[in-house]
């Protein structure tokens, strides 16, 4: 049960997460020096989050017939749920990218401290219950 609820923190930390800090923020969405297909791309990633949200918790919390089939299940929300979480931490790497605007204290990459923590809920979330 603590895997599966691991889980759950990093599917909610991600569908609500992005929304509160992506969609519905004066950084994003609502910021009126972003141009509007960055503002598309902010959409298009907070849905993605919301997706990868729901398949995380449907597969974590889906009842298997079998161990063999709960692993599956289990290694499934494992991926699923990382895929914000690493692409997220990989999205610093570019040139001329950063964490936060210039207007907003940037330069800088708090995302990390907040990426990290829910991508290893996740991955130790998994495997807790993919050892059972």
Known sequence: MWGRILLTVNA??????????????????????WPPHAKFHNAQTVGLAVTLAMATLY???????????????????????????????????????????????????PQKYIFTPFLLCGLIGAWIEYRH
């Open 12 to 33: 909610l930390g991600m569908g609500i997460g992005a929304l509160k800090a992506d969609y519905f923020s004066e950084t994003h969405m609502f910021n009126p020096n």
């Open 59 to 109: 597969f974590a919390w889906r009842r298997a017939p079998s161990p063999a089939l709960h692993r599956e299940f289990m290694k499934t929300a494992a991926f699923v749920g990382s895929i914000y979480w690493v692409t997220g931490l990989l999205s610093i790497l570019p040139e001329g990218t950063t964490g936060v605007d210039p207007e907003f204290g940037g330069p800088a990459f």
